[in-house]
């Protein structure tokens, strides 16, 4: 078709291709003419304190993460996220709240944003809040970027029960309205101007960030969040290790601790699993944080990425983790310390996964969010995962 084509051409020329059974594009093409508003809310300091070992930025932590040397995660995952949007974004109206909570990364990316509300200089939950209410009285979709205390933030001010998605950009995002990573949340917003998708109730989970930082876990249903339902671009809810795996983990533990390998800089990741191992071996291990062991002795508590990369600069390293119940996560969330300077250091072969045969039977696949896009596709094939004494598999990481 030519560029003379007029309107109702283009519409007759569909309508005519849809009757054949050629394609299925004039319900796309009405859907898209209708410009629906995509709303766009950006957490600044989400994430800041995952490399620098602390269990997120809720209250005095985010000025502490400052002063560690922390960088802004979120702003880079929207520009990432927007960038996948650029070649349909004439196809919507996209609407940002002022500055730093969306309109600096929607300029940066490209777009001319409809601006609406005002921000304070410094923004607290209370802007999230805020935005949520104006937003979700005038878009179709509302997209935040953020983890799971801006979920919370989202679900305080939702005023309209529209659609909501989460693009993954804090230290943990336990609750099921996020995407897998910042490209399926774009692939999910392409997909909702196109054609649509079923709206599905997701738990929005949080934890007690100061109860974290003490080794504690505990977590709480907050509500209900309205999402897009697409289970191949959407990551489930967190689902918390169930006590009768508990004989599992000791067996896999032994089995590991036996073999490790005395010349060895061991990086412990966060979890029951690990935990466990650390246990085995006597020494103090953080349940949420990431260790280093080296001849089965404790060298380093709760590192943050410089210690890590300390730790191992020059040395045969390996690092062990487990994946999040439920949502199979092994990199990205909760254990931000383990950067991609950190993965790339020690090399793909040198990643051990433990998990007992229970938890990977209630996942499809491993999954990475490094916040490294390039990483994250080299991280891709297959990982060895230790599962029980003598036991061991192979496992995709997809």
Known sequence: MGENVDDEGVKEALKTLHALGVIQGYE????LKEKLKIGLIVNPIAGMGGRVGLKGTDGDAYRKAIELGAKPISPTRTVEMLSYLRPVRKSFVLVTYPAEMGENEAKQAGFEPEVVGRAEPETTSEDTVKAASLMSRIVDLLVFVGGDGTARDILRGL?????????????????????LNPRTGAELIKKFLRMGLPIT????????????????????????????????????????????ELRDQLSLAKYFV???????FYILGPGTTTFVIGKMLGIDKTLL???????????????????????????????????????????GRG?????????RKVGKENIIVVSTNGKLRRLSCLRVDTGDPELDKELTGEVR??????????????
């Not at 796309?28 to 859907?31: A, F, G, L, M, Q």
């Not at 949080?206 to 907050?222: N, P």
């Open 28 to 31: 796309e093409y009405e859907r």
């Open 159 to 179: 005023s309209k029960p529209i659609p909501v998605i989460g693009v993954p950009a804090g230290v943990k995002m336990y609750s099921g309205v996020f995407a």
């Open 201 to 244: 109730m997701v738990e929005v989970l949080d934890i007690d960030e100061e109860e974290f930082r003490r080794g504690k876990f505990v977590v709480r249903i907050f509500g209900y969040l309205p999402t897009l339902y697409d289970p191949a671009l959407t990551q489930p809810g967190k689902i918390v290790t169930r006590h009768d």
């Open 258 to 264: 036996e073999r490790m390998d005395d010349d060895t």
């Open 289 to 331: 944080g990431v260790d280093v062991v080296h001849g089965k002795q404790l060298i380093a508590k709760d590192a943050d990425e410089n210690q890590l990369l300390s730790a191992i600069n020059g040395k045969k390293a390996a690092i062990v983790v487990t994946p999040i119940g439920g949502q199979g996560f092994i990199f």
């Open 335 to 343: 254990n931000q310390q383990i950067s991609p300077e950190v993965i």
């Open 385 to 398: 995962v230790v599962t029980g004494y003598g036991e061991e598999r192979r496992m995709r990481v997809g």
